[in-house]
């Protein structure tokens, strides 16, 4: 099930921000295969709801992957938008995951440090163990929470953003994530998604300057659903 105004996540929402639950499948914006992103989704909510003409602003703050699912902030006004973009520079937007693998990592716990070179023409990115040209540094915490009856839950903290980062540095050690064939996992999952979810995210609202902390559901699927 995709995401429409009619049965869109909202999770918070205010007069410069607007939080949703990302559905597995949603794009972000707009991409070559023509089909709704979910802000515009967003902004016939915001349009219907408070009844307003005309176009109706909306920035997309970050992205995520289609088949992944989550939060996603996006903006409803310039000022926010604006603030929100410099916070996601200077790292001031902690983004919790939670993945399920297949694999134990090695370890329970780590900080994986990969360089990412992303290859544009099958949109997907290399590791490399050390620096190469053209690839970017990445860095992740990762923490085993929960051993699931075939799989493993993961919960991983992000210290950069980088091109499919979680997939490649979770892949790099031999550990893929459920569904994900791009990167080393043996079969789909039945909605053709990934099973990486963004699980909560924290910052101070770029205008109020309250704490906004949310946490938001996984997908209500058997091995999510176990997770919990």
Same mark, same amino acid.
């Given at each position: 099930?995709?995401? %429409? ?21 949603? $794009? ?20 219907? =709801? ?26 409803? %006004? ?5 603030? +929100? ?26 900080? +994986?440090?990969?360089? +990412? ?8 990115? %290399? ?11 990445? $860095? ?5 929470? =929960? ?6 839950? +993961? ?21 893929? $994530? ?25 910052? %101070? ?24």
């Amino acid at each position: 099930m995709k995401s %429409t105004k009619d049965n869109l996540q909202v999770l918070h929402e205010d007069n410069h921000i607007i939080i949703v639950n990302k559905r597995v499948g949603d $794009i972000i914006q707009g991409d070559k295969t023509g089909d709704t992103p979910l802000s515009e989704i967003v902004k016939q909510y915001i349009a219907i =709801k408070y009844q307003k003409k005309g176009n109706v602003f909306l920035g997309v703050v970050h992205r995520l992957d289609r088949p992944t699912s989550g939060i996603v902030i996006f903006a409803r %006004t310039s000022k926010a938008l604006e603030r +929100l973009n410099k916070m996601l520079r200077d790292k001031e937007i902690k983004k919790t995951y939670w993945a399920i693998v297949k694999n134990k990592p090695e370890k329970e716990k780590d900080t +994986l440090i990969h360089y +990412l070179k992303k290859n544009p023409k099958n949109n997907k990115s %290399t590791t490399f163990p050390n620096p190469t040209p053209e690839a970017k540094k990445a $860095i992740l915490h990762y923490q085993l929470i =929960k051993r699931l009856d075939n799989y493993f839950l +993961l919960k991983v903290d992000l210290e950069t953003g980088r091109h499919h980062q979680i997939r490649a540095q979770l892949a790099a050690i031999k550990s893929p $994530i459920k569904g994900d064939l791009k990167y080393g996992a043996k079969r789909s999952n039945p909605d053709g998604g990934i099973s990486l979810h963004a699980k909560a995210i924290a910052f %101070t609202h770029p205008v109020s300057k309250e704490l906004i902390s949310i946490i938001s559901e996984t997908p209500n699927e058997p091995v999510w659903n176990s997770c919990t």
